[in-house]
């Protein structure tokens, strides 16, 4: 069964420290797709980085960084410095291609609260 | 921002009653995802249409079904409304290239309300 965990629930850090979000998947397909989104309070999930299942090569952008690990199945986002605007959830998600159909199986979420 | 609308922003109904939620693609896509988000979970595929028909389907009733139109747009037909069906429905636009995905681009979402 395909599966996303976020064990996370919430995390509260202070502005400027930096923080991890986890993320574990399950698939047992050897092509598939992984996403981060982030959520702000308007609710629009907001696409930050999409990663295949060929490519294990950590991915820096800005503040942000992602470490993909196949070994044990972790997909992990790294916000560096954080400020009061990288509140909001965060989602984790995998893609596979079932039939066709590229549907997106997202984890429960990582609520982050960045406070100044 | 994506390009993705979504109509309307909010929505109340009562149990039983019938609702549709629209959805606009962004320019060039011609795929549509659409997904349940109920309060403090992730959001969960309901169906999907590529050009113009459905193109795989969650785990959800035949009460809940959609359309797809030729400008790509499409809609999201729930009957007889539950209480459980009180959520935040997002409308995801793709551009569908065959094998392997495209990333989903998502609108604001609906917030439905059945009391």
């Known amino acids: 069964a395909q599966k996303v965990t976020q064990a996370q629930t919430e995390i509260s850090v202070v502005e400027k420290e930096d923080v991890t979000l986890d993320c574990v998947y399950e698939?047992?397909?050897?092509?598939?797709?992984l996403f981060w989104y982030k959520q702000p309070p308007s609710g629009e999930l907001v696409f930050l980085i999409r990663r295949n299942s060929f490519d294990e090569q950590n991915e820096i952008s800005g503040r942000y960084s992602w470490n993909f690990q196949k070994s044990t199945s972790s997909f992990n986002f790294t916000i560096t410095a954080s400020q009061v605007v990288d509140s909001a959830v965060y989602f984790c998600a995998l893609s596979e291609a079932r039939a066709g159909t590229y549907k997106y199986i997202f984890g429960t979420g990582t609520r982050l609260k960045v406070l100044a | 921002e994506t390009g993705v609308t979504q109509s309307p922003t909010h929505l109340i109904k009562t149990r039983g009653q019938q609702v549709t939620l629209r959805c606009s693609s962004q320019s060039g896509h011609n795929t549509v995802s659409w997904y349940q988000q109920a309060l403090g979970q992730g959001p969960q595929f309901i169906f999907q249409y590529y050009r113009e028909e459905e193109n795989g389907r969650g785990n959800f009733p035949p009460r809940f079904s959609g359309l797809q139109f030729p400008n790509y747009s499409s809609e999201l037909n729930v009957n007889a409304l539950e209480l459980d069906d009180s959520a935040l429905y997002l409308c995801?636009?793709?551009?569908?290239?065959?094998?392997?995905?495209?990333?989903?681009?998502f609108g604001p979402g609906t917030r439905l309300t059945v009391l």
């Open positions: 698939t047992r397909d050897t092509t598939y797709y």
């Open positions: 995801a636009s793709s551009l569908a290239r065959g094998r392997g995905t495209d990333t989903q681009y």
